[in-house]
């Protein structure tokens, strides 16, 4: 089957580094995507990752490890506007659909 | 500009009513989805159309239908027989799998 884990909610500090964690299982792997999505808002892509290793994209950074079934999200310098969920998803080969599943969503909070 | 359009944002349903959601994308994407979201759950896939006049169930297809007579529009009825029908409803379009997806700014169903 497939299925896709994320923490449900996390909590840091304005300025800090933040870490949110994916893990997975899933037939026709075919790349993990990380979306940012405000409350009554559509998901906004951030990053993409299909082979092993760290991308960075300013603030954020996205690393994958296909053999571990791992991904996690890096947030740096932390805003309060960086209060949202972030949703971990894994694309399937494209003779599946190429649909996108989705993990629950993990919602991270900013104090100051 | 291209994107992806859903109407209407915010939509009240009595019981027993169908309803038709719309989506309508002019970025020549081949690829249509839609998607149930509902508090603290993550994105749950109802439908997907690869191509026109083609599409093929999700995970909660039941109660819903869909149509793709065009490579723009993908629209979702909410029938009389989806028990539970509140919700945020997101629809969402891909041109390739490797490139994720683009969503529309989603329709919020509330059943009175």
């Known amino acids: 089957g497939q299925n896709i884990d994320q923490p449900t909610e996390m909590t840091a500090t304005e300025g800090a580094i933040v870490q949110i964690n994916c893990t997975y299982q899933?037939?026709?792997?075919?790349?993990l995507f990380w979306y940012q999505q405000h409350a009554g808002e559509a998901p906004t892509f951030l990053s993409y990752?299909?082979?092993?290793g760290l991308e960075e994209k300013g603030r954020f950074s996205s690393f994958l490890s296909r053999s571990k079934g791992y991904s996690y999200l890096l947030l740096k310098e932390l805003q309060m506007k960086d209060s949202a969920s972030y949703l971990c998803?894994?694309?399937?080969?494209?003779?599946?659909?190429?649909?996108?599943?989705f993990g629950q969503g993990t919602e991270l909070s900013v104090k100051p | 500009d291209g994107g992806i359009t859903q109407s209407p944002k915010y939509l009240f349903r009595k019981e027993g009513q169908n309803v038709t959601l719309s989506c309508e994308q002019n970025?020549?994407?081949?690829?249509m989805y839609w998607y149930r979201q509902d508090p603290g759950q993550g994105l749950r896939l109802i439908y997907y159309?690869?191509?026109?006049?083609?599409?093929q169930k999700g995970d909660i297809a039941e109660g819903y239908s869909v149509s793709r007579e065009k490579k723009e529009s993908f629209p979702l009825t909410v029938t009389s027989a989806q028990k539970n029908p509140t919700a945020f409803y997101l629809c969402?379009?891909?041109?390739?799998?490797?490139?994720?997806?683009?969503f529309g700014s989603g329709t919020r169903l509330t059943v009175v």
């Open positions: 969402a379009s891909s041109f390739d799998n490797n490139y994720g997806y683009t």
């Open positions: 899933t037939s026709g792997f075919n790349g």
């Open positions: 990752n299909v082979l092993d």
């Open positions: 998803a894994v694309g399937t080969i494209y003779n599946q659909g190429g649909k996108l599943i």
């Open positions: 970025l020549n994407h081949d690829a």
């Open positions: 159309s690869q191509i026109v006049n083609d599409f």
